[in-house]
Every structure is written in C-alpha cells, then in structure tokens.
C-alpha cells in the first residue's frame, strides 16, 4: 500500500500523477487537485477547467481575469 500525500491515508488504490516534473500518490482525485490543480490569481480558488490566462496569470474565469485588469478576455468566444 502507498500513503497519499495530501491526507496520509494508507491506502491499497492510490494512483500517481506526473505534471510538469512534479509527482504525487494520492488516494482520490480530491486529494489530487487540492495539492496540483493551479489557483485562480484573483480569488484563490483552485482551477479544474482550462481556465483563463492572461499576462502570465491564469484565472478560474473571464470575470476574475477582468478584475485583476486583463482586458479583451472571455468565457466564451
């Protein structure tokens, strides 16, 4: 069995996630996107979509991407 990183269960069906260089155990995919998934610049909240970058922010949405003062940026096209 292998511990996961974020909540240090023990657990027989953890799985491990390579991003960018960086890996993690973790024992569920809520564990996983509380340690990996990127967080919006404006109001912190973790990102799982494909989110909204602009001038080298990323952002969960156009509105939060606006208010930091990234200009022409939409959730949809």
Known sequence: MATCDTCGNDYD???TIN???ETGTFDSFECAVHAMAPVCA???CRILGHGVEG???I???AHCA???????VA???
């Open 66 to 72: 606006r208010h930091s003062g990234q200009e022409g």
């Open 13 to 15: 069906k953890t799985f």
């Open 42 to 44: 404006h109001c912190g």
């Open 75 to 77: 959730d949809r096209a």
């Open 19 to 21: 991003k960018a260089g």
């Open 55 to 57: 001038g080298g922010e």
């Open 59 to 61: 952002y969960c949405c």
